[in-house]
């Protein structure tokens, strides 16, 4: 006490105790602050320290606010930013801490503070003695003390990061299991030993081998009405499963935790302090984790079927990369979706959809430097006339293997609809159990005891409700869903899958399907076009290669061209017929559009116009017949007398369009001239023959 009171002689000043003392108290952990009680009886105590300086009871501050927070770091430590804070206002005459490392242990922040108090003249008190930051002697041994802090802390995570690698190296470090994995008595890794919790576990897995995809089994989890449990972390109810319905997330947690598989894995990620303060975390490639021992104890999968999902995956994830390989089969009537390469630049080929009528069409095209540097499409191919030939093709191939394929379909359909009724019975079994035990817990209650009779009462009753609704659950869906098939169903399975073409035929049978059993059986297909053909080289997974040349789908203006015997009948009924006259006569003969759709009048127009076929009207006119107006005039009559004269016969007018209009032909010379009030007298048969030789003799 003598040593301070000298010390701060010349230190403390008039200044220094016109303002107030803060008194800063913080233990690293909530552990710390129940256990460790000395520490923190020992930093309050330095209230008495800066009463000896000189300061009054009432001008301490304690600021204790961080309790349970690393000094690691200024972020989120409330307490040290009102400390600063308040040291940067020049209100604090002096900074109490029993040692540096409560105060940071970051040199950053404590050097800063250090920068703060020298600026506004406040001073340290530490339990060693009281230190001026204006002054140069003291400034520097703060500074070392604060490196030393920096540095104690690094050797007490060294340390402890040594324990941990010596015990993860072994395989003995405790980590937090997965569900479906626990612990027994002697700390030994097993399965968990509730039935339904490995059911479903393992149903994940046999799923995504049946389906291939992590969103299947999703699907198949909902369609069948089963639960996934996980168990709580955090909460009150901490360590307890729960039921839900199974997320897309979930089922990736599951199929990447290499645990399942029976291997113990320690630092598959990386964590990095951000500027902000905050932590990022991203996963290592697996060559890059601290430790990984297969076969560590009991899992759900073998290793190697662990490494078969991850490919898998790999394969189906849509943004691995801009050359993934085959994605998981769809819906789209594209049968070698993900399987086609480039025959040009050896590039993976995307599928493209077009509605042609009601039907989609697909195309196979090569545009990924397109879309990366915005060059033109490598090649484009029309993908109905190739998937049409692969199927052809794979029908060929399959069988002699399809009465096999038939027997292992229906025995898989068997034993999943025995594993999805199981699954549903443990969980009303397991509702059922907790039904009994909130029962037996009421029932041993005191009834006079109301308070905690209700709640028992009202826990058997949500537990009889939970019952209710899983009961309802299983029956529905055990009348709903395929149970067990039956000889009869695996009779008519096995005689409809022996005849592979009618299964693979069969509008019913999804398009998800065949591009499954084609991915069983075609590793890729390389397309090559040409002016005139495609060629098609599949290599099979069995080690052989096909390859087949095609011809060039007509364009789709091709396909809906005219035929040529409709544009041909068309030029020969012109001479004699108007349009719509062709089109009847067209029609009745069965001949249709390019469209296959019937011939009127308005296609017939259009043929002409397309083929530059002279119509029936000029064709009339390329023979001399005249129109009303020419002979009107040539005769000297009005145009209402051609027309009586063409209903009386005397004149011979053919039809020249479809608005009812004619064209004329010259009348003989000889026909008499009318008078007034009478019709024009007829040729004699004679003068008829005359004129005609007298006409031809003219020629």
Not at 152 to 180: D, I
Not at 391 to 397: E, I, Q
Not at 553 to 565: F, Y
Not at 604 to 618: E, F, K, P
Request: include cysteine; hydrophobic fraction near 40%.
């Amino acid at each position: 006490m003598h040593t301070l009171a000298a010390n701060a002689a010349g230190k403390v000043g008039h200044e220094h105790l016109r303002r107030d003392a803060y008194l800063y108290v913080r233990q690293s952990s909530l552990k710390q602050v129940l256990t460790n009680t000395e520490s923190a009886t020992r930093q309050y105590a330095l209230r008495g320290r800066a009463v000896a300086l000189g300061w009054a009871e009432s001008q301490i501050i304690v600021i204790d606010t961080d309790q349970g927070q690393s000094g690691a770091s200024a972020a989120d430590r409330e307490g040290f930013q009102r400390l600063v804070a308040e040291v940067g206002m020049g209100r604090a005459g002096i900074v109490l801490g029993l040692e540096v490392s409560r105060l940071a242990r970051n040199n950053t922040d404590w050097h800063r503070l250090l920068e703060i108090c020298a600026l506004t003249g406040t001073l340290i008190c530490d339990e060693d003695g009281l230190y001026d930051p204006a002054d140069f002697n003291d400034r520097l041994l703060l500074g070392l003390k604060g490196t030393m802090s920096e540095a104690e802390l690094h050797f007490l995570k060294a340390r402890l990061r040594g324990g941990q690698l010596s015990k993860a190296r072994r395989g003995e470090l405790v980590m937090p299991l997965p569900v479906g994995l626990v612990r027994d008595g002697t700390g030994t890794v097993t399965l968990d030993p509730d039935a339904s919790v490995q059911g479903a576990v393992a149903r994940v897995f046999d799923t995504f081998d049946a389906t291939g995809s992590a969103l299947a089994v999703v699907k198949a989890f909902a369609a069948d009405e089963l639960l996934f449990p996980r168990r709580l972390a955090t909460g009150p109810r901490k360590g307890e499963l729960s039921w839900g319905e199974l997320e897309h997330s979930r089922v990736l947690q599951v199929l990447h935790n290499p645990r399942y598989a029976g291997a113990f894995f320690y630092g598959r990620h990386a964590h990095a302090r951000k500027p902000g303060g905050g932590q990022s975390t991203r996963v290592l490639p697996r060559e890059e984790w601290t430790v990984l021992i297969t076969d560590a104890h009991v899992g759900y999968i073998g290793w190697e079927r662990f490494e078969a999902n991850q490919a898998r995956l790999a394969a189906n994830a849509t943004a691995h990369g801009t050359d993934r390989r085959a994605s998981p089969p769809r819906e789209g009537p594209a049968l070698l979706q993900g399987l086609v390469i480039c025959g040009k630049c050896g590039g993976r080929m995307t599928v493209r959809y077009h509605q042609r009528k009601d039907q989609l069409t697909p195309e196979y095209v090569c545009q990924s430097e397109g879309i990366a540097r915005g060059k033109a499409i490598c090649q484009r191919v029309p993908g109905a006339s190739i998937d049409a030939a692969v199927g052809t093709l794979l029908l060929d191939t399959l069988t002699p293997l399809a009465l096999q394929t038939a027997l292992a379909v229906s025995d898989e359909l068997a034993a999943r609809a025995e594993e999805a009724d199981r699954i549903r019975a443990t969980t009303v079994q397991r509702a059922q159990y907790h039904a009994d035990l909130a029962r037996r817990r009421y029932l041993a209650v005191d009834p006079a005891n109301r308070l905690v009779a209700d709640q028992l009462e009202a826990a058997w009753n949500a537990a009889l409700r939970e019952l209710n609704d899983a009961t309802e659950t299983y029956e529905r869906a055990h009348h709903s869903h395929n149970g067990p098939l039956d000889q009869a169903q695996r009779d008519a399975i096995t005689a409809l899958a022996a005849d592979f073409p009618a299964l693979w035929n069969n509008p019913n049978t999804p398009m998800r399907e065949r591009k499954r059993v084609v991915r069983l059986l075609i590793a890729d297909a390389t397309l090559a076009r040409n002016d005139t053909t495609i060629t098609v080289h599949i290599r099979l997974r069995g080690g052989q290669d096909h390859t087949l040349t095609l011809p060039i789908p007509l364009a789709s203006w091709q396909i809906r061209q005219t035929p040529t015997e409709v544009v041909t009948a068309v030029d020969t009924l012109l001479d004699e017929h108007t349009d719509s006259e062709i089109a009847a006569i067209l029609t009745n003969q069965g001949l249709t559009s390019g469209t296959g759709g019937p011939l009127h009048l308005g296609i017939i127009r259009h043929i002409r116009h397309a083929y530059q076929l002279r119509s029936h009207t000029q064709r009339l006119r390329d023979q001399g017949l005249l129109t009303l107006n020419e002979i009107a005039r040539h005769l000297a009559i009005s145009p209402n007398t051609v027309k009586t004269w063409r209903n009386s016969g005397l004149l011979t007018g053919k039809r020249a369009n479809d608005k009812g209009e004619y064209l004329y032909q010259l009348p003989s010379p000889d026909l008499a001239r009318p008078r007034p009030g009478r019709p024009p007298r007829k040729p004699t048969p004679a003068t008829t023959t005359t004129t005609a030789s007298t006409t031809r003799s003219a020629v």
